[in-house]
């Protein structure tokens, strides 16, 4: 019988970046590393990173969880789940994108705080027209992007530290500006 042995992870990321067509440099940039460390990643010239979050993002854009590298260490923190960032990937899924593909229709300084937001390590952005741009490329519907908005906003008056239930009337009169708003001027 023969013995399977498993692939190197810097063997592993050398294949994507061939069946991608994915040049070094935008992976280092889609990752956060330099040109140099990605080239010696491949070349086994240094060991494969054991640093949780380069793990994380290497596996986010690969589009594979992160424990398929052996060099990756389960985080003890609990990983929060928010349910705008699955919807983003689920829509990433919809419209039958790869993760390189959805990446690339960023600039390229915007692309690891994509990532990052893919990977969970970041909320989606608060800013409308950052929101809108992620929306827009993934064609959500306008409704669906604006709710997503309102429950981030939401989630920010929060934290800190507004009670969003006690001020409901105030809540409600500012979101329906904010519609208004973005009805007459963001959609002309």
Request: proline letters at 5%; glycine letters at 4%.
């Amino acid at each position: 019988m023969k013995q399977i042995i498993p692939e190197k992870s810097s063997e592993k990321v050398a294949k994507f970046l061939k069946k991608n067509s994915l040049h070094k440099r935008d992976f280092a940039e889609m990752i956060g590393v330099t040109l140099s460390y990605v080239y010696n990643l491949i070349d086994e010239t240094v060991p494969f990173s054991t640093r949780g979050t380069t793990i994380e993002r290497i596996a986010t854009v690969m589009d594979i969880a992160p424990e398929e590298f052996a060099e990756y260490r389960i985080p003890q923190e609990p990983i929060l789940i928010d349910e705008s960032v699955e919807t983003v990937k689920e829509y990433i899924k919809d419209n039958k994108l790869s993760v390189v593909s959805f990446l690339k229709s960023f600039p390229r300084k915007k692309r690891i705080d994509i990532v990052d937001i893919l990977r969970g390590a970041l909320p989606v952005p608060i800013d409308y027209k950052e929101l809108k741009l992620i929306g827009k490329t993934l064609n959500m519907p306008e409704e669906e992007i604006y709710s997503m908005w309102e429950n981030r906003v939401k989630q920010v008056m929060e934290s800190a530290g507004m009670n969003i239930y006690a001020n409901s009337g105030l809540i409600t009169s500012m979101f329906e500006c904010a519609r208004k708003y973005l009805e007459t001027n963001l959609n002309k």
